[in-house]
């Protein structure tokens, strides 16, 4: 009896990663390894042992395609150790489809069968959708390749239903692969063609190059199948064009030889003859039976095509070992393509007699073919109706997908214009409430804002027991400047005051324009002496500024200034500012050019100020 499963773990950085590795498995393999290294790195770091289970897994599946099966196989073997060591029977369930994967890459079809097929009863209850869906392909995949047909249909037709994909994530796309091949192997080429057509046109959604290759060699075969080969040239250039490594379709399972085919009987004899040799050279790798009697064919037919036909008909004698192989896994299409071949060669060289006995295996594998397809047809249909029918959900989920992106783009920008408009008001709002308090010429606040700040400046002076100075200044015979050099020069003395005020005070200082050439100064925190100070300091600075117009020039510029605080009265904002404009008042008096401070005597002849 199998111990319970183990409870799900949190999710990891690394296992985050990893899973997310997985399902790009078939929508994107170039960011799926990419993220499954990535993940294994992390895991190894962080000793995360069930990361590091389904970063191996999605690496080994990756290899399978990418690499030998013995290396993917040895990767899956690591995954299956982690799981088995958390008691993941989940995790352990798919690295063990991965090693039957392997088998089944390794033209071990019974061997993989007979590993895959227990797996399913426990898969059913413990895999999820797409999990289930990968297992009950590799099933299908196995009885495929052995020739049963109905099998292979019923299993495509239970991954479909069992894994139920609610987003395109590739899944579908190979099962119109798969699907186009299985019927290919039954002869109806033109379903076939239709259902590649399909897969290559949902492909475009992806970016598997490797599962594009696939697609492209199932259109070869239908398009030779339906004697159109010229048809198939530009996939066999587009095939080649792919790179032959993990950005492409891969260094495995080239399908030279069926390229060579298709060139040969397009009448490309260079192209045909180079495929040729570079199947042999392939031929290193796994010996596919299928592909090792097809490279036989293309072999003969360039013979033949070079005006050889003893060698092509004897070629193709030579071969007849690879038909009498037990469970060689050899599918009816390529036999029939086999003794389609060796006919046309024997009738060529007038051999009648074996031209009509290759022509009768001919015979009797296309009626086995026939058989097969008349078997495999309820469940052909039944898979047809459930992949139309998922194709409709698909296409649906898509586009209300493309629907609530419209309408969250459309959303997305009437709020940009909703935001732009509402920095607008603000802008506005704010430049109005600075023309509602600030002095336009100088920059400084107005008498307004004076008026607000204040009292709440006064309380809080009080409450603190802290003194709050005001100073109030005029500016000394402005009303000559304007008489003599005009308003111009008038403005641009009020506005250099204005930036001298804000450069020589503090930020909890305020200054305001308070009307015509007078402002106020309001100095939390100072006494009336320590503001007198202060204000002698701008009168300095005031002084050494000069002005150049084309009336002539002004220099040694004063001004008079009363400075009072709020321990010299109440709190009245009133009486504080009426005790400073006093103060201005007897500045004026004393001969203007000072700073008078409250309670100060007045001198009885007027005292210079500071030089």
Known sequence: MDSPAAPAAPSTPALAAARRAWKLLYQDSTRCIALADQALARALEDGDTLAEGWARLVRGLHLIW????????????????CFASLNDRAGHLL?????????????????????????????????????????????????????????AFAYMYQALHEAKPTRSNGFEVVLYCNLAHELIQLGDFHQALAYVEQGISRNKQLHNPRLLSVLLINRIICLMGLDRAPEALPDVKQLLELPADET????????????????????????????????????????VPDEALTLVVAEAEVLRADAKLTEAAQHLHDAEPLLQAADAGLSLRVRCLYH????????????????????????????????????????????????????QHLDETEARRRATEKARAELEAINQ??????????????????????????????????????????AFAHREGQPLAVAIIDLDHFKAVNDRHGHVAGDTLLAAFGALLNENTRQADAAFRFGGEEFCLLMPGSSAALAQRKVLRLLQAWRRRAFHFETGSLAANTFSAGVADSRATSESVEQLLKLADDSLLDAKRLGRNRVQCAGEPAPAEPRPTLA
């Open 66 to 81: 990418y690499s030998t099966p013995q290396t993917a196989a040895h990767e899956l073997g690591q995954a299956e150790a």
């Open 417 to 458: 214009q909703l935001s732009l408009k509402i920095d607008e008001v603000e802008a506005l709002k704010s430049r109005l409430e600075q023309q509602a308090t600030r002095d336009f010429l100088t920059g400084l606040f107005n008498r307004r804002h004076l008026n607000d700040v204040m009292p709440q400046m006064l």
């Open 248 to 287: 492409g379709r891969g260094p495995t399972n080239a399908n030279f030889e069926t390229m060579a085919l298709a060139a040969v009987r397009a009448g490309d004899q260079a192209l045909a003859r180079e495929l040729v040799a570079r199947a042999r050279d392939n031929s290193t790798q796994v010996e």
């Open 95 to 151: 690295a063990e489809v991965g090693i039957a994967r392997c088998l089944w890459r390794d033209a071990k079809y019974r061997d993989s069968l007979e590993r895959v097929l227990p797996l399913r009863a426990e898969g059913l209850q413990v895999l999820k959708r797409d999990e289930l869906g990968m297992l009950l392909n590799v099933i299908a995949g196995c009885y495929s390749s052995l020739g049963e047909s109905e099998q």
């Open 340 to 391: 389609a071949a060796l006919a046309d060669a024997c009738q060529q060289l007038g051999q009648p007699e074996r031209a009509l006995a290759a022509l009768r295996e001919w015979q009797r594998c296309h009626v086995a073919r026939g058989h097969q397809a008349s078997r495999a047809r309820y469940q052909a249909a039944s898979l047809q109706t459930e992949l139309r029918r998922l194709q």
